[in-house]
């Protein structure tokens, strides 16, 4: 044991191998989206359910919002600096730093690489800078592959997927979320040495495509999901968060998540 598993272990769950991740960073950007306006109620609603392994948010969101009844898994959000307003959504630099992460108390951090960009090089060099400075205190990098705009079309070609998985990885990400292909999706994690984890991306139409993406990412060999609005921006948020639990930690399918997506609506009612 060392100061990285022990803090990987707040993030993977140990007897399944597995993670559900909740991302609540997306205020950096894109500000107070319908789900998040009031972020702390969100965290406080989806944290009572018991069914989230660690979450992915901004050191301002840690610090003014995050009151969870237990102690789950934290990943810092240390990529930034762009919004929608902003002329370039992909020039991110560095916003927090690995002391600062020790001294709030987290279990991993994250930065963005927006490979195939304008801001490639950049974000890449960024990346590989934090790896170095995470390694000096065991600290756990999840490297988050973003497209940008001009890439938006490339996100179902598997290849390109599977370049930018195996190009964090290269430059010293120990987990990376990505965006899951429903074809060759296997292809993108057996060409990447460290475990993937699907990002949510837009927001799907209906909870049933939420979870037919999630079942196919793990049959795949994904192991979890790092995912935001397509949770708390569902009808039935803490209804769908269980669903979604069934699939990555008690080995359900489709129907049998749904099934109780849809037992645990009726129950809300």
């Known amino acids: 044991m060392d100061g990285k598993e022990r803090r990987l272990r707040k993030i993977i769950n140990k007897k399944t191998g597995r993670s559900l991740v909740l991302a609540v960073d997306h205020g950096m950007a894109l500000g107070a989206m319908t789900g998040i306006v009031d972020i702390a109620g969100t965290i406080r609603t989806l944290d009572a359910t018991n069914k989230v392994d660690c979450w992915l948010m901004t050191k301002g969101i840690y610090t003014h919002a995050f009151d969870p009844s237990g102690d789950p898994g ?9 919004t929608i307003a902003g002329p370039e959504l992909t020039r991110e ?13 987290v279990d991993a951090m994250a930065t963005t690489a927006f490979v195939g960009s304008v801001y490639e090089h950049e974000t890449l060099i960024s990346m590989a800078r934090m790896a170095t400075e995470c390694r000096k205190w065991d600290m756990p990098l999840l490297g988050v592959i973003g497209l940008g705009k001009t890439n938006e079309d490339k996100k179902k070609d598997p290849k390109f997927i599977a370049l ?8 010293g990400a120990d987990i990376i979320k990505t965006y899951y292909t429903e074809t ?9 040495p460290v475990p993937v984890m699907i990002a949510g991306g837009p927001k799907c139409e209906t909870d049933l495509d939420t979870l037919n993406m999630i079942y196919g990412a793990l049959q795949g060999g994904a192991k979890g999901i790092v995912m935001g609005r397509n949770v708390w921006q569902s009808p039935h948020p803490t209804a769908l968060l269980s669903a979604v639990y069934g699939l990555i930690h008690e080995g359900m399918n489709v129907k049998e998540a749904a099934d109780l997506l849809a037992h645990e609506v009726a129950l809300d009612h």
């Open 93 to 105: 630099g560095q916003t927090a730093d690995a002391e600062e992460a020790l001294r709030l108390g």
């Open 74 to 82: 934290v990943i810092l959000r240390a990529s930034g600096g762009a």
């Open 184 to 192: 060759d999706f296997e292809k993108v994690v057996a060409g990447c």
């Open 164 to 171: 930018g998985a195996r190009v964090g990885a290269e430059h």
